[in-house]
């Protein structure tokens, strides 16, 4: 099994909703990743856990709260999101955090917040 | 400017022409990876390389590590294979990938 799962696939909320978009993977891999992507645009690191410890937060706003409960399952939990906030949100994930191991993404939960 | 840039900076092919798409990077680098990203979807990883070239299929990567160039190299171009390819390099151990602005390929029937 080499896939990284996502759900949902698209996600409608309103500035005032909590939500959360879940990511899963039964690789084994130890490192897991939440990157944002806008349109036309490159993905940008948010955060990196490594044994499910976050070692990486790129001063994400506290309105995108991480969360690793196990080593197959990462949630991005939402909380008072702004439009700006719209984008397709990718996990991916890795055998380690190390520089040499391939990364490999999951689908994306496109978000439209209203 | 960017660490990364690619070129061209959108493509349109004919099918069954080959085609290259080409990555250059200003840092030093430990690995780097090409990523295919079909519109609206995920991003699927095609290769890491460090060194020399790997095959895959129709596909071929280089990397000339004195010359901070690699090429992503398509035989037989295929509609299919319209996506972007974004090429994203990395530095050493615990720093994170830093991405290109990925190449726009058309493949026409």
């Known amino acids: 099994d080499t896939e990284v799962t996502q759900t949902p696939k698209h996600l409608v909320m309103g500035m005032t909703n909590k939500k959360s978009l879940k990511c899963e993977q039964h690789?084994?891999?130890?490192?897991m990743y939440w990157y944002k992507q806008k349109a036309k645009k490159p993905p940008e690191l948010m955060f990196v856990?490594?044994?499910?410890?976050?070692?990486i937060n790129e001063s994400v706003p506290s309105r995108f709260s991480p969360e690793c409960p196990n080593s197959s399952l990462l949630n991005l939990h939402l909380h008072a999101l702004q439009p700006e906030d719209s984008a397709l949100y990718l996990c991916?994930?890795?055998?380690?955090?190390?520089?040499?191991?391939?990364?490999?993404f999951g689908p994306g939960t496109r978000l439209t917040v209203l | 400017k960017n660490e990364v840039e690619q070129s061209p900076q959108n493509l349109t092919a004919q099918e069954g022409e080959f085609i290259t798409i080409n990555c250059s990077y200003s840092?030093?680098?430990?690995?780097l990876h090409w990523l295919q990203q079909h519109p609206g979807g995920g991003i699927v990883s095609l290769f890491m390389?460090?060194?020399g070239k790997k095959k895959h299929g129709r596909l071929i990567a280089t990397i000339n590590i004195q010359e901070k160039h690699s090429s992503l190299h398509i035989t037989a171009s295929h509609p299919r294979d319209s996506a972007v390819y974004i090429c994203?390099?990395?530095?050493?151990?615990?720093?994170?990938?830093?991405f290109g602005k990925g190449i726009t390929l058309s493949v026409r029937p």
């Open positions: 994203a390099v990395r530095g050493g151990a615990n720093s994170k990938l830093t």
């Open positions: 690789m084994g891999h130890r490192a």
């Open positions: 991916a994930s890795s055998l380690l955090a190390g520089h040499t191991d391939t990364q490999y």
């Open positions: 840092v030093g680098i430990s690995a």
């Open positions: 856990y490594s044994y499910e410890k976050l070692s």
């Open positions: 390389l460090s060194s």
